[in-house]
């Protein structure tokens, strides 16, 4: 892999004027900061509509996008919104994202923006060549038009024409102002790496047009459900509640609807990290009903057959195997022979096993390094968390003997020397924040996912000192 550096910061954390980041003037300014350091690659998390916590990696579809992160200073200069609404739509708290605002009043302000707008040819020449996402805009519309209930209990099954254009034109709009972002990111030469979750949710599209793709009984409930064992995160495991794959059927058909969902994917990225890849090997089945996931097993995946099936579509493209948690001798074989790089996480370096593969001495070149991901704490959180003898273990391996809220240097810089191609920061590690800057806690439904940057934050980072570390290291 050819060494590279990179940041990560969602979307949603970008900052802005309108209650969560956007794609609009931000999103440029965040790739020339991004390029003026040296970096090449920018990820992000799940694009597709987040659940009732806010959280990405649970959708009412793969195939979906979150029509929040649409710029309205854009659709103003469109005609699509007034100066008025705009206006009234700014944000009152910038630095947390306003997710109860939004959900009581984006989605009217966005119905105007459609039905203003008059291009049916657009509308129809994408959905002609994006038919996963013109079936969730038809998922979306009944569910609406049945009371927000779930499929399973719906009876109307005509959905309401102003309804389904709506989310039509939320789609479409989404991926013409992200497809801007992303060419002028290329340009800059930064790479985008997308993040797929490996589930979805019961109450999907996904689920609902496909079945029979999935663990159900006849009132298609699930028979078991998603999770991981006990483990680093949480002692009673986390019972994710998804429903599972029936990836005997799935296989049978070369893994048609897979293939659909990593197509859209690269259509999206440059890149994509799949989540929890280690299901992939063998998946963890709960039986449904149970309260945590104390009570799973451990059932074979589809192995090199899935793999084998995602590279002819993705080609070329970096996929990243998320091998956290609870790795077994096959699971590491199967990252290594499916060729994807997997992922060391420094803040799991120094639990006691001194041949952790989560030492930077012990990075090999096809692995993609992190200080820490959406699921840890940050960077200064996880330093100042520590106990006496780990944080002066921690600094030693870092050749530093300074105060510990001055620490940040030295263990980025190990962590841009190591081996690893690719070493990624999350933006909270870049400012060195707390752990009141935490992303998500793994286990808790409430208060992720909102955290945002202020613009003037980005001036605290010494550039300078970034893309000299970045020239030094070959990355």
Known sequence: MKRASGVLMHISSLWGDYSEGSFGAAAYEWIDFLADCGFSVWQVLPFCLPDEHNSPYKSYSAFSVNPNFIDLPTLAEAGLITAEELDAARQREPWLCEFERLADERMALLTRAAERFDDEAALDAFYETHPHIAKFCEFMALRAANGDTPWQEWTVTEPDAGVLRTWRFLQYTFFAQWAKVKA??????????????????????????????????????????????????????????????????????????????????TELFDGVRIDHFRGIESYYRIPAGEETARNGKWVKGPGMAFVRAMREVCGDKLLIAEDLGDITPAVQKLVKDSGFPGMRVLQFAFLGDDGSTHLPHNYDNNAIAYTGTHDNDTLLGYVYGLDEATRAKLFRYCNYNGPWDRSRDAILRTMLASHAGLCIMPIQDLLFYGSDCRFNTPGSPNGNWSYRVARHQLDEIDRGWLREMNVLYGR
């Open 184 to 265: 002028y990111a290329n340009e800059r030469g930064i790479s985008i790496i997308g993040d797929i979750p490996i589930y979805v949710a019961l109450d999907s599209a996904d689920v609902w047009a496909n079945p029979g793709q999935f663990q159900l009984d006849r009132r298609h409930q699930p028979t078991s459900v998603a999770g991981v064992p006990p483990d680093y995160f949480c002692e009673d495991g986390q019972l994710w509640g998804n429903p599972l794959y029936n990836w005997t059927k799935m296989k049978a058909d070369g893994f048609a609807w897979w293939k659909a969902r990593m197509a859209h994917m």
